[in-house]
């Protein structure tokens, strides 16, 4: 399957998904793994219109994109996936069982979050469902744009 990258990031796409990561994947499609999204008709049309040119853009709830992952049918698209949340990224992992990378990209800051990087903010769950996502071999890493170097998210947590 050629998934080039799973990256977690609230704001899903924008400049740096949009444009930095896309090109320098070479991604040819972007799958929006989301049950939230689909409940947000307003999200769903800024993420349109957020895509690059000559990028296609798929938005399926977490159910939908596990078996359209399993199903063969993303095989053919260069692949970006983007998550909203670590929930969200999780429950994908653990149905896709080829998917052994997440990169954490922005993630914002609320009254119970852990800021671990500039960018990457936390919840107790989250951080549990990270530990547990590394434990079944998923590598996890914090790295906002291509050219920043990669660092494991067990190192900051």
């Not at 800051?109 to 549990?128: E, F, P, T, W, Y």
Request: glycine letters at 4%; charged letters at 20%; one cysteine or more.
């Amino acid at each position: 399957m050629p998934v080039k990258l799973i990256r977690v990031d609230h704001r899903l796409i924008h400049g740096q998904v949009g444009f930095t990561w896309t090109k320098f994947l070479q991604a040819n499609c972007i799958l929006i793994a989301s049950d939230a999204i689909m409940e947000d008709p307003l999200k769903m049309t800024a993420m349109k219109m957020a895509t690059p040119n000559g990028v296609k853009l798929v938005m399926k709830n977490i159910e939908d994109s596990t078996k359209a992952l399993n199903s063969g049918v993303t095989d053919k698209y260069s692949l970006l996936i983007l998550c909203e949340s670590v929930e969200d990224v999780y429950r994908l992992t653990q149905q896709v069982p080829s998917l052994k990378e997440v990169n954490l990209g922005g993630m914002k800051d609320a009254a119970n979050r852990k800021q671990v990087s500039k960018s990457v903010h936390l919840s107790q769950q989250d951080i549990a469902l990270i530990k547990e996502m590394d434990q079944a071999g998923i590598t996890l890493t914090i790295q906002m744009v291509p050219d920043e170097q990669a660092i494991n998210v067990n190192k900051l947590i």
